[in-house]
Each structure stands twice: as structure tokens, then as C-alpha cells.
């Protein structure tokens, strides 16, 4: 024991001496004055690099079944009442499971036709940008109303398009947000309407009684509980989810 204790007092010792004998090295991060346009030119494309990496997995989803998984599972917590079971985490992860579980043939034909004759070599950077945006807008397109693309065409002042392809993206991915999160709400409202109804006629029963001084949702909770694990809820909620988007 004194040995080592020894051995680490002497290294502590020596750490001065042998950091002035051979320095470390130092990472600095700093502002100077540009010696031309092209420098700031340079530091400008970076900064936007850097943004738009920081906004990419927020795009990417907002491209995908992301939106309406996430919403409807927030839907079944909240009208089950239980708080914050199961927690975001859960809630979160399973969404981007499911994303990628809907989104894999997507991915599968942006990998063939885009990704693999870049990494070969075949085709340009921006042949393979296009040729990677087709599957994502026809799932888009998929999954759009009408009256929701005409909206944004409307408010970008765009031509009628004669074809999908007179459709710019920068319209199109609002315009598929817009349907998504009107069909979540649709679904939220179906999931709803079960829990409702056994609040209601709980309280109903609590008020005949005469308790009016006990919360319902005390009561309620352990009955909607029970009937969302007797009818296998979450099979229901995923296997629903899933097929909408097929």
C-alpha cells in the first residue's frame, strides 16, 4: 500500500516537468478578420452546413409516418388518463420504430435507385439528390389531400400544375403535414370516444349515489384500464396505425 501510494505521489511530482518538457496540444476556437471574400464565403458555407445538419433529422421526419404515429399514441394517453404512462421515451421510441417499420420500402428504393449508384460512382451528387427525392414524394403524395395541396399552392401563388412533377417539394411537405395532422386528429377523436363514454357513465353512477365528493377518474381509470388490456389496445392502436398508411 505504501508502495503505490509512493509510486502515484511521484507521477504527480514529475506531471509539471514533463508537461513543460513536452507540451500538450490545445484545441482554440476563435474570430479573425477574413484576408478576402472567398474566406467569408468559406465560413458562410459552413455555418449553413452546420444548420441545416442540425434541422435534418427534423426535416427527415416531418417526410415520414412520424407525425400521425406519435400523435395518435399521445391521444391513447391521454384519453386513458394516465398520466405520464407510458413516459415520452416510450412513447417517442416506439414512433420512430414504426416510422422506420412503414418507411422501409421507401428507404429501400431511395438506397437502389439513389444511394448505391452515388457510392458506385454512376450517377452525380445531384442526379442522385433527384432520383432520392422521387419515392419520398410519391409516398407524399400518397398521403396528401387535395385540398390541402391546393391550399399551399394557393398561398405560394404557383400555377396550376398540370402534372406532379409541376409540384414543388416546398409546397408539397407542408401540405402532406397539414393532411397527416388532420388525420391523426381523426383518429385521436375514434380513440377517444370508448374512454369518454366510461367517464360518463361513471360519474353518472358516482352522482346517483351521491358521491359527488370522490373524482371520477379515480374509478373510471382502473375500468378503462381493464378494457384497453381485454381488447389488446396497443395490438389494435399499431395494427390500425400501420394499415392506414397501406
Known sequence: MKTRFFWLLAILLL?????????????????????????VSTAMQVLLLLTVLSMAPAILLMTTAFTRIVIVLSFVR????????????????????????????????????????YLAETISQEQAFDQALIPVREFMFAHTDEKDLALL????????????????TLSLVPAFMLSELKRAFQMGFMIFIPFLVIDM??????????????PPIIISLPFKLLLFVLVDGWALVVGSLVQSFY
Open 15 to 39: 506531471l509539471p516537468a514533463l508537461a513543460q518538457a513536452a507540451p500538450l496540444p490545445t484545441i482554440s476556437f476563435g474570430i479573425t478578420e477574413a484576408e478576402g471574400p472567398q474566406q
Open 78 to 117: 391521454q384519453a386513458m388518463g394516465t398520466q405520464g404512462m407510458p413516459p415520452n421515451q416510450i412513447i417517442i421510441g416506439l414512433a420512430l420504430f414504426l416510422t422506420l417499420f412503414i418507411m422501409a420500402p421507401v428507404y429501400n428504393q431511395v438506397n437502389d435507385t439513389a444511394l448505391q449508384p
Open 153 to 168: 399552392m394557393e398561398i405560394a401563388k404557383q400555377p396550376a400544375p398540370e402534372s406532379r412533377a409541376d409540384i414543388p
Open 201 to 214: 357513465v361513471v360519474a353518472s353512477v358516482l352522482m346517483s349515489m351521491g358521491m359527488m365528493m370522490l
